[in-house]
DNA sequence: ACCTGAACACCGTTCAAGT
DNA sequence: ACCTGAACACCGTTCAAGT
């Protein structure tokens, strides 16, 4: 066929078929030639409109982070732990959509554009509250442990539904434990949520203490 | 060569290896290929030890969450808390050694010895500190969300050392961001303390409500 | 500029053959 | 039981060739 007069490929379209790929069936099942087969053309064609898998990999990973809203911090006057709140909730639910790909994505924003205007506005919306920047560094950081960990897999489903797995005398107090990935979506979304509360609690402590000082 | 008098591989010696090349090269780095020339043996060799790859990356997973201590679960009498503290800080600093094979180990204990023997002595000690069982599950997964998602990649060094990155244009507050890798440890360090203590402060809050209760 | 097939140096895994 | 080489169906990437 050789050039065609209009291109079969662009990079949106080959992003978005590698995240069906990564989401259906694991990282491990993106491969250049699959995904090629996926789009009706030959494995080294994708080389026209990235340079590597890995560049392919980056633009896959900034058009999940670019899901996340970050509007509560240019929204003035809104108090820090709501907007933190907020955000962490949607960052979560981005990450959570496409869980096979957090691992890439937990490691940082690099020079991704999406990724570096969500440390931006985080980082900007503490420091314009009255957080220190070095403890706004921090919190950012910690947001993002706690987040990407919580994206990153099921804590229910990593418990065999299989209660033979569960010796009694090996593990006293799993008896119960076959149970919980049958019940997934509540026990993540339960840990989610009572952790971000008690995170924001904590850091509530912390800012009070910062207004008795100055 | 065909068969040894003594055998030339162990379970052991193959794991030893294979976490060696996943710290020093990454999980990439391990091919069956590439490991066994390490070993000095051929590829096929490893599949008289392990059944498949994944078998072995399980065993070196199981043998990194092994160095976890779960001693303070022990010592009854040990207020949930510092418990909680001193234990998320063997569990971070055992996975902080191997970062890149945290992703592996985030998915879950699935069957391994040492990973559910981790669960069942942090859910037995906050059962028997008075936490319902429901929240006690929901602990132990926000905990683990924290834990893992702070060894498996560096924030600080997620950041580009490269000032040009960032345009003062398109990330206002960032100016400072370059700086960021080369204070790697200090504050990814101080990131995961402020966090684990504003998530105890939090917790603390919430069973003393319990206690009212009751 | 954007696609193709052929080619290179890799993979994980199976299997028959050796001791 | 535990190792080997040969083989199969895959990889990512390069490159010359086509329009």
Redesign the pocket.
């Known amino acids: ?4 007069r209009t ?3 662009s990079r949106e379209r080959i992003v978005a078929a590698a995240l069906r790929l990564i989401d259906d069936e694991g990282l491990d099942a ?5 995904l ?1 087969t996926e789009l009706s ?5 994708l ?3 990235f ?4 560049d392919l990999l980056d633009a896959v990973v900034d058009s999940v982070i670019g899901e996340v809203d970050l509007s509560m911090f240019k929204a003035a006057g809104t108090p820090w732990p709501e907007a933190l709140r907020d955000w962490a909730r949607s960052y979560r639910a981005a990450l959570a959509a496409h869980p096979n790909i957090v691992p890439v994505l937990a490691q940082g924003p690099g020079r991704r554009p999406n990724a570096l205007r969500l440390a931006d506005a985080v980082f900007g919306h503490l420091v314009e509250s009255g957080w220190p920047r070095g403890q706004a560094t921090r919190i950012g950081a910690l947001m993002r442990y706690f987040v990407t960990g919580s994206a990153l897999a099921s804590f229910a489903a990593g418990f065999p539904a299989d209660a033979e797995v569960y010796d009694a005398a090996d593990y006293p107090h799993l008896g119960e434990a076959h149970r919980l990935a049958g019940h997934r979506g509540a026990v993540d979304e339960g840990a989610f949520e009572t952790g971000l509360e008690a995170l924001l609690d904590g850091l509530a402590l912390r800012y009070a203490r910062l207004a008795e000082r100055s």
Do not use: I
Request: hydrophobic share 30%; proline share 12%; glycine share 4%.
């Open positions: 066929m050789a050039r065609p291109p079969l490929l993106l491969s250049t030639r699959r090629a053309v030959s494995g080294p064609s080389y026209n409109h340079a590597t898998k890995d």
